[in-house]
């Protein structure tokens, strides 16, 4: 398994029991880390954490994985497809990159931004937004194919947000979409063989 784009926006993040790369190693013979912030990948490195600094929308490394994770990563890039077709080089034949993004149609920035007087910043860093169809269609020019999506339910902090996700959650049975209700989307994106090889 690789881990993609570990730091996660604090390293206070790296000492919180539910931080997705200390998830990953526990369930894993081996997950190497890569990720392009420097000085991060250092005070990791400094805490003990096996990590390599390497911008792979840039090239690829010289290992084939099972698995490749993604998790909250291609929201921040410029163009997505250099990374994701250098996933595909890197994935063994019928391997497996699950990613992570912000769902568009959550039903909490959606109302955010029509009732509030300023618009709802999800994340200054984002510079895009995906959804099934645009994650299927990228996937597919670079080589991959979306096999499934679901939405990662959202923590309901307030009693307001338990009451509207109480509500929601029987909309599902009248044919409301889950993800509705969720705060992001995972993609589970197949590699596909190779041209020559099909």
């Known amino acids: 398994m690789l881990d993609v784009g570990i730091v996660d926006h604090t390293l206070a993040a790296a ?36 990590v390599l600094c390497h911008d792979l929308s840039e090239t690829p490394l010289d290992e084939t994985f099972e698995l490749v994770v993604c998790g909250e990563l291609i929201e921040h890039l410029d163009a997505p497809g250099p990374l994701l077709r250098n996933v595909k080089r890197m994935l063994r034949p019928g391997g497996l990159c699950v990613l992570t993004t912000p769902n568009p149609w959550y039903l909490n920035p959606i109302v955010k931004n029509c009732l509030g007087a300023t618009v709802f910043e999800e994340n200054a860093d984002h510079v895009a937004w995906f959804d099934p169809w645009t994650i ?8 991959l194919r ?4 679901a939405g990662i339910k959202a923590n309901a902090k307030t009693a307001t947000a338990r009451l509207a996700m109480a ?20 993609y589970e994106l197949v590699s596909e063989p190779d041209e020559n090889t099909r």
Do not use: Q, Y
């Open 136 to 143: 299927a269609a990228l996937a597919e020019r670079c080589g």
């Open 15 to 50: 000492a919180d029991d539910t931080w997705l790369h200390r998830r990953l190693c526990r369930v894993a013979r081996s997950c190497p880390v890569v990720d392009v912030l420097s000085d991060e990948i250092d005070r990791l490195r400094a805490r003990g954490f096996n």
């Open 146 to 149: 979306l096999a499934r999506f």
């Open 167 to 186: 509500v929601l959650s029987t909309l599902t049975h009248c044919g409301v979409r889950p993800e509705l209700m969720a705060k992001s989307i995972l």
